[in-house]
């Protein structure tokens, strides 16, 4: 069973681009989460998501960040317009349906550099 | 609103000798606790989990930790480390399954030969 799988694992952005971060989870799992690590920090949680729908969005910047887990295809994590600041290491979780666990298992993370 | 606090953002002990770190925590409500591994460059792989069965929680690589409900702590050992356990170790809780993470700053550990 293949694991939490994100890509690209390295992306440079000058500043003022978009960056598009994408998370498959794994087989069976419905319930998708993003982290965002800045150097030295822990993980801080971002969005929570179940498919086609938002569930918790409280950890998500007001502006320039979105996210979506459409009926078909991964995760992304969209940020427009991207800034120094925005530089970190991005993670993606998954776990299974309500009911059947409650841990949370991890991708590789993409790390995003802004130029 | 939960919350975790890791003592030591970084850890040194000898090769063989024991691992000890910190963790404790706040939350209103049992909690579900949990103690990841990220190695250089790499996620977080899962080391152990607390979800109010057994106190003493046995993990992978010869890991364990203790949920202490009058301590709020949740601290990881290892009874002797070796070189491969160098890493970054961080303590994470949530209130329920399929909830958000509130994770500690994280430990790095080095050992020394």
């Known amino acids: 069973n293949a694991g939490v799988m994100q890509n690209p694992r390295h992306l440079v952005r000058r500043r003022g681009q978009e960056a598009r971060l994408r998370c498959s989870p794994m087989?069976?799992?419905?319930?998708v989460y993003w982290y965002r690590q800045l150097p030295e920090e822990g993980l801080k949680f971002m969005v929570y998501l179940q498919k086609e729908n938002i569930i918790d969005e409280s950890g998500m910047p007001k502006e320039r960040f979105s996210a979506e887990f459409p009926k078909e295809g991964p995760s992304i994590l969209r940020i427009q317009q991207v800034v120094r600041g925005d530089s970190a290491a991005y993670f993606c979780?998954?776990?299974?349906?309500?009911?059947?666990?409650?841990?949370?298992?991890f991708g590789p993370g993409t790390r995003l550099t802004v130029l | 609103a939960q919350s975790v606090t890791q003592l030591g953002s970084h850890v040194s002990v000898s090769e063989g000798a024991l691992v000890l770190l910190r963790c404790n925590y706040s939350s209103s409500v049992p909690p579900y606790l949990f103690w990841y591994v990220q190695y250089p460059n790499q996620g977080l792989q899962l080391l152990l989990k607390?979800?109010?069965?057994?106190?003493l929680v046995k993990g992978i690589n010869g890991f364990e930790a203790e949920f202490k409900k009058s301590e709020t702590s949740f601290h990881l050992t290892k009874p002797s480390a070796h070189m491969s356990d160098a890493a970054e170790y961080f303590c994470?809780?949530?209130?329920?399954?399929?909830?958000?993470?509130?994770f500690g700053k994280g430990t790095r550990l080095s050992v020394i030969a």
């Open positions: 607390y979800t109010s069965a057994a106190t």
């Open positions: 979780a998954s776990s299974p349906p309500s009911g059947q666990g409650s841990t949370q298992y």
């Open positions: 994470a809780v949530t209130v329920s399954g399929n909830t958000p993470l509130v």
């Open positions: 087989k069976g799992h419905s319930h």
